[in-house]
């Protein structure tokens, strides 16, 4: 059997569990349904692990056209987000497992997660923008029912919203993308881009206006500043293990997209000192300091923590519209951090509301007193978020920071660093008060009604395994450091 075949095993695998128990019937048992994604999720994960410490490998499943081959090539940027995917989806997977106890259509959830978990590695693994673009729209259409799986009325609009969202961002990137296809060698990712010289000749601004469309079209996934408006409508509705998954890994898919547009289509020096790159320096900034003012303001837990996915994700946009090596390998960093950060954040917050019910954060009174597991969970990734060393946060802003003050450009050079500073002031003031009135609820809080209700392991330990990562890869971050370097410097 040909090698570069195993490539499809862990997009296959996922995919063809998740159809079965669709189309199959109920359970008797709920245990059993328990089993069966529990050992899919882990064995398709091995299967990734395997992949990720291999070598580079391709494979064409067919071709659509003449010059459009369903294409798949791992490299180091796929490795990165299918190793974050890999380890969120298990961990956010089976906290589900004992969350999603009192919720209905476990059938239905198990069934999506698992797809959607395939489609994700498809995404991460495509080896050329027609199949990134295929599986991208695959990715909104199969995880839209894990936001409206309660099917409420608020539930069904915010998966409608959802979707209409990522459509209008998707048509964008499609409008971009017939224009790489008349003026590209190939659709294929290439550090530094695929751009014919010769084709280009007096085209430029209408292919900068071309990339400028598909990047804005990928920070809709993102959510940048103007199109952040599902995101924070989402997550609410959506079961806590899902807003957990949202959060740390689908937004990255606009990441990602952005990523390959920038360096593996048009390349880094097409776009540096353009006005697109003063446009996308521009809307990530105000999304970073827009979206940790209204974290501040807000008071539902999951709805102040999905406006600080909008902040931070436009943390990595801006490192990586800064075009500069260390730049870019903040974003790198902060990826993995925040994935792993936001989404134990988004179980501990699962873990409250399935405990006790209170879904607002001046209900937290004295719940670090009930639940000191949970809080010290929140308490740990919180300072991480934050950026306080030694917790790995730290490190990713630091870098992004420093690539700030590299680039030299006018204004940003200075006010980069300014405005992550500030959202990281407002970053404390949103999370820290969880801690401190959940720790320490004052005098007149009435300690002889305490009862402890730490959920049970299952929830537990896939919140201690995320914020034990959040705090050992800010302690030892050498080898992740030297590896995204290498990394960002490959792609510029």
Known sequence: MNESVTILF?????ILAGFLLLIGREPKKRTSLVWYTGTVLVL?????????????VSFTLFFLTGRLPVYF????VGKIFASIVSIVWV????FAFEYMKKEQANKRYFGFYLIVYGVLLALDFSGNLITFYMFYEMMTLLSMPLVLHERTRTAIMAGLKYMFYSFCGAYMVLFGLYFVYRYANTLSFTPKGVMDTTLMAGQENLLLAAAFFMVLGFSVKAGMFPFHGWLPVAHPEAPAPASAALSGVIVKCGVLGIIRVVFFIFGDDFIRGTWVQTVMLILSLVTVFMGSMLAYLEKGL?????YSTVSQISYILFGLFMLDPSGVTGSLLHV???AFIKCCLFLCAGAVIYQTGKRNVDE????GKEMPVTIGCFTICSLALIGIPPASGFISKWYLCVGSLHTKLPVFSWLGPIVLLVSALL???????VTIRGFFPGTDYNYSSLVKKEPVKLMVVPMLILAALALILGIVPESLIQGFSAIAGQMM
């Open 91 to 94: 961990l956010a997977g089976f």
């Open 302 to 306: 999951k709805k102040r923590l999905a």
């Open 336 to 338: 993995v951090f925040h």
């Open 427 to 433: 970053t404390a003031g949103y999370l820290l008060p």
């Open 44 to 56: 398709t994960a091995l299967l990734v692990l395997g992949l990720v410490w291999g070598k580079e």
């Open 10 to 14: 862990p997009i296959c695998l996922p």
């Open 364 to 367: 937290l009174r004295g719940i």
């Open 73 to 76: 090539h791992i490299d180091g």
